[in-house]
């Protein structure tokens, strides 16, 4: 049985809604990659530079340097081939092109870890999020703290009006809901924290 001459490659997807630790989870395991000496590339959107423009960014301010590409297309020019580890971070702005490059990447023995949000701001399936999930060796979902009650959230609720599918923000713009606390679009105003009148 020496079919297996070297290491295999695989695709890791760690999906979720905002706050729910995705990006923490990337930046764990992308360290633990470095600790066993591999080495990594790290790769996120151009449309998402809200914290920094060379790394990525935790909400608890874990950071890790990453390089910022326009589209995915761009992983492969700039991939050393020596690289071992791929992690890509809000793989939800890179669109479908992503799913066959991630798949090239394992295919040629890179361990390819992709972050993202796995419903948008309707609580739709946010592409190309659920064909990676259908192509990957491994799927964690992480869930966040509802803002309005407590419960697991697996909801992105959006407070500010906007019909764009793409509206980046963070704290102020967004916020964690469980199923029964998410209102899809955007949430009555008067339920919402900051819009009603202080008390003393
Ligand atoms: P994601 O990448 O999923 O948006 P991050 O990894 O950037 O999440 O941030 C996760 C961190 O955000 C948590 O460890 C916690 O400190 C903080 N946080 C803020 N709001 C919430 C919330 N509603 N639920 C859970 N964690 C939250
Ligand atoms: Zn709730």
């Given at each position: 049985?020496d079919?297996?001459?070297?290491h295999?490659?695989w695709?890791e997807?760690v999906?979720?809604?905002?706050f729910?630790?995705k990006s923490?989870e990337l930046i764990?395991?992308?360290?633990?990659?470095l600790?066993?000496?591999?080495?990594?590339?790290?790769?996120?959107?151009?449309i998402?530079?809200?914290y920094s423009?060379?790394?990525i960014?935790s909400?608890a301010?874990?950071?890790m340097?990453s390089e910022?590409?326009?589209k995915?297309?761009?992983?492969?020019q700039?991939?050393?081939?020596?690289?071992?580890?791929?992690?890509?971070d809000?793989a939800?702005?890179?669109?479908?092109?992503?799913?066959?490059?991630s798949?090239?990447?394992?295919?040629?023995?890179?361990q390819?870890?992709?972050?993202?949000l796995?419903?948008?701001y309707?609580g739709?399936?946010?592409?190309?999020i659920?064909?990676?999930l259908?192509?990957?060796?491994?799927?964690?979902k992480?869930?966040a703290?509802?803002?309005?009650c407590g419960?697991?959230a697996?909801h992105?609720?959006?407070?500010?009006e906007s019909t764009d599918?793409i509206a980046?923000g963070?704290?102020g713009?967004y916020e964690?809901?469980?199923r029964?606390?998410?209102?899809?679009g955007?949430?009555k105003?008067?339920l919402?924290?900051f819009?009603r009148p202080k008390?003393?």
């Open positions: 049985m079919f297996i001459t070297g295999i490659g695709i997807v999906c979720g809604p905002m729910s630790g923490e764990r395991r992308l360290r633990r990659a600790i066993a000496r591999k080495r990594v590339q790290v790769f996120k959107p151009v998402d530079v809200r423009a060379d790394e960014v909400h301010d874990t950071r340097k910022v590409i326009a995915p297309q761009e992983i492969l700039r991939l050393d081939w020596r690289t071992q580890v791929v992690g890509i809000e939800n702005f890179m669109g479908p092109e992503l799913v066959d490059i798949q090239q990447l394992a295919d040629s023995g890179k390819v870890i992709i972050a993202g796995d419903t948008d309707m739709r399936p946010f592409i190309p659920p064909d990676l259908c192509i990957a060796e491994s799927i964690t992480t869930l703290i509802c803002l309005r419960n697991p697996k992105t609720q959006r407070l500010v599918l980046v963070g704290m713009m964690a809901r469980c029964r606390c998410f209102e899809p955007l949430p105003q008067e919402l924290e819009a008390r003393d």
